[in-house]
């Protein structure tokens, strides 16, 4: 055993271990061990005085998949659902912009004209489905062209985006050894653009890093060093996404 590993715990204002990197909280009585996933997603762990840095490693070690978790629940929509009803006059977001529905009598899809939605009557029953599916066909062509600028400030040649429904997550990346893809929700496309680029940026850095660990916020940083506010931003508007829930 290494006198470091004997060294007390609070003699480090930081832990390492692996991929993880915890703040050290200021010591006080208490008999446990306990991790902390903060809103922004950074770690802190708290402990009593005397532990050690062996056992708070081994901890973390234990722990690791519980705190992978919640770090992805972090990512995470949130708020109550969002209720929309298919009628003419309700509002439907594209882009951070609120347009009305307007039920037209015939047509073959939903479109985006004039200002409004127009929904064709005999899909009133389905508009739900009819909704998302254009949300998906036209943030695919969108978000293709819109992540190229990213992209390139990452190195990445080319990186396809698929539209998707990815149930709370606002996307997801995992890096392959061939052509590099991101899958971002339908849902996204409600959003402002500049926030539509915070999840555009965050997917791309986990083609780098695929956790949430110090370099990956690096690589964030250097791609949109605003992403904070971003980051921030997206919080709050997370809570008024619709997802397709109906009344």
Do not use: C
């Not at 929309?84 to 951070?96: I, M, P, Q």
């Not at 999840?199 to 690096?218: C, D, G, I, M, Q």
Request: charged content about 25%; cysteine-free; glycine content about 6%.
């Amino acid at each position: 055993m290494t006198v470091a590993a004997v060294a007390a715990l609070h003699d480090l204002p930081e832990l390492v271990v692996g991929d993880l990197l915890f703040k050290v909280a200021p010591p006080r009585e208490r008999t446990t061990i306990e991790i902390v996933v903060e809103r922004d997603a950074s770690l802190v762990l708290k402990a009593p005085p005397a532990v050690t840095i062996e056992r708070a490693t081994d901890f973390v070690k234990a722990k690791r998949q519980w705190v992978y978790r919640k770090l992805i629940e972090k990512d995470a929509l949130s708020g109550p659902p969002v209720l929309k009803r298919f009628v003419a006059g309700e509002g439907f977001s594209h882009l951070g912009r609120s347009y009305r529905l307007a039920i037209t009598p015939d047509g073959t899809g939903v479109r985006l004209d004039r200002g409004r939605f127009h929904l064709p009557s005999d899909q009133i029953a389905h508009g739900a489905e009819a909704m998302q599916r254009w949300y998906t066909e036209v943030g695919t062509k969108w978000l293709r062209k819109r992540i190229r600028p990213w992209a390139a400030r990452l190195g990445e040649e080319s990186v396809t985006v698929e539209v998707r429904d990815l149930g709370f997550r606002w996307g997801s990346a995992r890096p392959t050894d061939g052509p590099q893809h991101i899958n971002i929700h339908w849902a996204t496309l409600q959003l402002p653009p500049t926030l539509i680029d915070y999840v555009l940026v965050h997917e791309l850095a986990h083609l780098r890093e695929l956790n949430h660990t110090p370099k990956f916020w690096s690589i964030v940083d250097r791609l949109m060093p605003a992403y904070e506010t971003h980051r921030t931003a997206l919080a709050a508007a997370g809570k008024h996404v619709w997802l397709g829930s109906i009344m």
